[in-house]
């Protein structure tokens, strides 16, 4: 899952190219995106924010007007259509637990500081991919919820430490696994479709501010074998280009393949790539980043061994060919994160414990890396991680399991470096909490999301920290449809936004924005 950081949403500026990828090519001194430590070394207009000139891009105000969407063809061209949203009933509202009382847990952590290596692979870049978009942008489907209550400016209501739900919307059937935004406010969101039965295309839409769809991309995988393509993660770089990264099933294999895919806000294919092999199992991203020369990386896992996955995090240069791989130890990798200060921040799951890697984006080498396992458990899933804009300290959520017949214990906890700083153990309101997902407000407050059992019914919870690991707030949602699984959450100035599936068997899009 890629989550957007307060740092990123102030390099959404176009770069300006001032820097690239090229290791060769320096920054002009002040200019955006070279480094500074004070605001006097940036040119006018730009301010130092964590440790490189940026311009502020809460300036840049999102359209409020809800543009017909469109339709791209194979060629490259859109087409307007219909707007497919359509008022629904209005739902339950977001409730607010009591005040949690704070889980002690006994934990054990480990670091260390080592270097990964691994043989260079240049991925699968296949020509005569059928990429094109070719339906209709209605992946959101209808709107269930309209703004209640108004600030007077946005017509959206006010939120704070407690979010407030805006709108959330039910949509087609399929998933969505990821969010992020555009440098002009739009949304970026991806998962799979499932508009021919028994056949799920990878799938990303951009929308507007209110969820209304704008324009899509698909992937439907070649032959007979392409009936499982999605997409899993997704990121966007300073310059409103779009990175997504998942799996697909081909013809030629019989088991899943990396998959990641580049467009630009012009809706032009940058990038496609494919990596497998016929003797592997499993091959599987579930991460995306960009860096702040525009660089994407996708971190995976492969099965070169039956029920031995091992990570595989590669750095693509300017949407080109690998710049750097690096395999690593038996593990599967969850999401990933990039740093303003030219680090990438990996999180994965080994046999039993959580492991954090951090490389470096120009060589990929090993910083540090660190593990944690709680007290007792059996296994530990680190599903999500957000960096601070300014210290460069790792936040990460996920759960603990502790053996059969046993609900998870969920955990949000700070690494500095490989070091572990705090970890808590927050206690479930219902019959369990897995959380997916985080991200740092523009408050500077963590917001971790997921799914909770209340009343026998999935949920969605909000979980509100602050940065010393104490709770704040948690929020809950049951949807009048049903069961709810948020899997995506990105943030920007005063909004929240959440994606998800509804239902297991059958599933359908869902997405909700917040006011916080």
Known sequence: MHKRSLFTLLAG??????????????????????????????????????????????????????????????????????????????????????????????????????????????????????????????????????????????GEPMGGIIPVQVWYKIGELGEAHDVDFTPDGDVAVVGYVERVPFDEDAWMGVLDPKGVPKWEKLYDGVGTGGRSDEFHAVAVDGLGNITAAGQTTEADYATQNVLSMSWSPQQVQLQLRIYGHMAHGEDIAWGAAVDMAGNPYVCAYRSPM?????????????????????????????????????????????????????????????????????????????????????????????????????????????????????????????????????????????????????????????????????ELDRTFFTAPEGDIRPMGVATRGDALFIVGATTIQNPKIFMAKYAI
């Open 13 to 154: 500026v176009a770069l300006a190219h001032a820097c690239t990828s090229d290791p060769g090519q320096t920054c002009t001194p002040g200019t955006i995106a070279c480094t500074c430590t004070v605001d006097e070394m940036c040119l006018e207009g730009l301010q130092c924010v964590g440790g490189y000139c940026l311009s502020d891009l809460e300036e840049t105000s999102a359209a409020t007007d809800e543009p017909q969407p469109t339709t791209s063809t194979p060629d490259g061209t859109s087409t307007t259509g219909p707007n497919p949203v359509s008022s629904g009933p209005d739902p339950s509202t977001s409730s607010t637990g009591p005040d949690p009382a704070s889980s002690t847990s006994t934990s054990t952590s480990s670091t260390s500081s080592s270097s990964s290596s691994g043989e260079p692979v240049d991925p699968v870049d296949p020509s005569g991919m059928d990429t094109s978009s070719t339906a209709d942008t209605t992946a959101m489907g209808s709107t269930t919820s309209d703004d209640t209550t108004s600030d007077g400016t946005t």
């Open 306 to 470: 039956p029920m031995q996955p091992e990570s595989w995090t590669v750095r693509y240069n300017d949407y080109g060919g690998a710049y750097w791989n690096k395999f690593g130890a038996i593990e599967v990798v969850y999401d990933c994160e990039a740093t303003g200060s030219g680090q990438l921040v990996v999180v994965s799951s080994t046999a039993t414990s959580a492991s954090f890697r951090r490389y470096a984006a120009l060589d990929g080498a090993t910083l540090g890396q660190g593990t944690y396992k709680l007290e007792g458990s059996t296994a530990n899933y680190p599903k999500g991680v957000t960096l601070d804009p300014v210290t460069g300290f790792a936040y990460v959520t996920g759960y603990s399991t502790m053996g059969f017949g046993t609900e998870p214990s969920p955990f949000i906890g700070r690494w500095s470096g490989g070091t572990l700083a705090w970890v808590d153990h927050p206690i479930p309101d219902g019959k369990s909490m897995i959380p997916e997902d985080v991200v740092i407000d523009v408050d500077g407050n963590l917001r971790i999301i997921g799914t909770t059992k209340l009343a026998n019914v999935r949920s969605l919870f909000i979980l509100t920290y602050d940065k010393t690991g104490k």
